[in-house]
């Protein structure tokens, strides 16, 4: 676990996944940035259908589980 100015970094002994939080607690601005984006996909009558299996397909997880088991 280390840090810098801005955010905790914790890395798990296990699986390797790595996570980091702000300091201050503030939600990741990074993740809010992709909640609109992908609200405005649905929305927008200029994302085809296509474009948005795409999408679905980058998100998608076979095995959601399997590599954040302990997470
Ligand atoms: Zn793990």
């Excluded at 927008?44 to 590599?67: H, T, Y």
């Amino acid at each position: 676990m280390y840090r810098d100015e801005e955010r905790e970094y914790r890395e798990c002994v296990k699986c390797g996944f790595e996570d980091s939080l702000r300091l201050d607690g503030r939600p990741d601005p990074e993740e809010l940035q992709t909640r609109v984006n992908q609200e405005r996909d649905d929305k927008a009558p200029s994302v085809s259908e296509q474009e948005r299996d795409s999408i679905q397909v980058i998100n998608f997880d076979p095995n959601p589980g399997q590599k954040r088991r302990d997470h």
